[in-house]
Structure formats: C-alpha cells, structure tokens
C-alpha cells in the first residue's frame, strides 16, 4: 500500500459519539476542555497546515480529547511515522484507542510534564512536532512553564511547538522558552483560538 492509499483511508469517530462524551467532561471539568465542543475544521487545517508531513516522524498531541485532530494527523501523517496522544482523561483514553484503531498510534493515559519519559518508553527519543490543545492559560504559572520547558527539550532542533489557545495568556510563558514564537487567528471555531507555533 503506497502513501497516497494510506492516507484516504482517514479513520473518523463517530461524530454522534464524539460530541456526547466531549460535551459530558465539559461539564465535568469545563477548566480542562475549554469548550464545549470540539475544534473546528478551519481551526483543524490552519493548525496542522504548519507541518511538513514529508518529513515528521515522530509526532505527539497532547490532550487528544475526542480525536478530532488526532484523527486528521493521522489521515496527513506518513505510513512511517509515529503519533503519541498524551491524554490525562481516562474516557477520553479510552474511546480514542476503542475509535483510532492505527497502529502508528500510541494513545498514552499521563501528563504532558512527563513527555521525555513517555518518549523513551517506546524508545523515541524526539519529536519532530507537538501538538496541543491544552488550556495553558488555566494552569498554574509554575505547571505551564514546566510542561513547554519539557517540550522544548524533546524537540528536535528542527522541530516545532503548535499549540491553540482560546486566551493569549500563554505567550509570555512562549516568548520565555522559544527562540522564535509566530501568532495567527482563526476566528471561525467556538471559541476563536489563537495559534503559536513556536521553534527551540
């Protein structure tokens, strides 16, 4: 099976099913999600537009949720290619691995503070790209500054932080532990984001 096989065949959840367990932990633990729904597909492509999928091979999303865009990385990423979902919400785990069948997946049910460890364990050492949608502005100062300095030291020197936010909160906490940090909008997602993407 070539590339371009692969990649049409784009594993989806069912959208029925992805909206009732993102709405239920929304109003479980709304400071985690966010949103009450899940990305958009404008928010979806200008994010992942950023990647240069010819060349990643290691990938890792933190706080997949649902798989909205896990499922999208997967339809773009590379046969070879690796994808870890960092998740800390046990359903979420759960339906992503019962959903996403793909072998290049590795959906992991920990904290993105440990990502060095959770790389290692599948004997990967860095990542070309990370992915998140974590709510970095709800966080403790001191939680988000240790989650992207851990994140800067599994990137690759080519590699690349993007993250989307749904308040500028974050940037400081950005501009402290990246050489270079580029700012875009996508207005059309509920709520509108920003987007960072972010070089070591």
């Known amino acids: 099976m070539d590339f371009q096989e692969r990649t049409s065949q784009k594993p989806v959840p069912t959208q029925r099913r992805q909206l009732s367990l993102f709405a239920r932990n929304f109003f479980k633990h709304p400071r985690m999600l966010g949103s009450i729904i899940p990305s958009s597909p404008f928010l979806v492509r200008r994010l992942l537009d950023q990647v ?9 999303e933190y706080g997949p949720g ?3 865009i896990t499922s999208e990385i997967l339809h773009r990423m590379h046969p070879e290619a690796v994808l870890v979902a960092v998740e800390t919400n046990q359903d979420f785990v759960a339906f992503l691995r ?4 793909d072998p290049r ?4 049910h920990g904290s993105a503070v440990e990502v060095q460890d959770t790389l290692l364990d599948r004997e990967l050492e860095i990542a070309d790209y990370v992915i998140a949608g974590i709510p970095f502005s709800t966080m403790p100062e001191s939680q988000c500054e240790t989650v992207l300095r851990a994140t800067h030291q599994v990137l690759a020197p080519s590699g690349a932080l993007l993250i989307y936010q749904f308040s500028p909160k974050v940037l400081p906490h950005l501009q402290r532990v990246f050489s270079e940090v580029r700012r875009s909008f996508e207005p059309f997602n509920v709520l509108p984001a920003q987007l960072y993407y972010c070089v070591p």
């Not at 240069?52 to 890792?60: G, K, L, P, T």
């Not at 019962?98 to 069948?101: G, N």
């Not at 997946?105 to 992991?108: A, D, E, F, R, S």
């Open 98 to 101: 019962d959903a996403l069948p």
């Open 52 to 60: 240069d999928w010819e060349r990643a091979r290691v990938i890792v």
């Open 105 to 108: 997946l590795h959906v992991v």
């Open 66 to 68: 649902v798989g909205t």
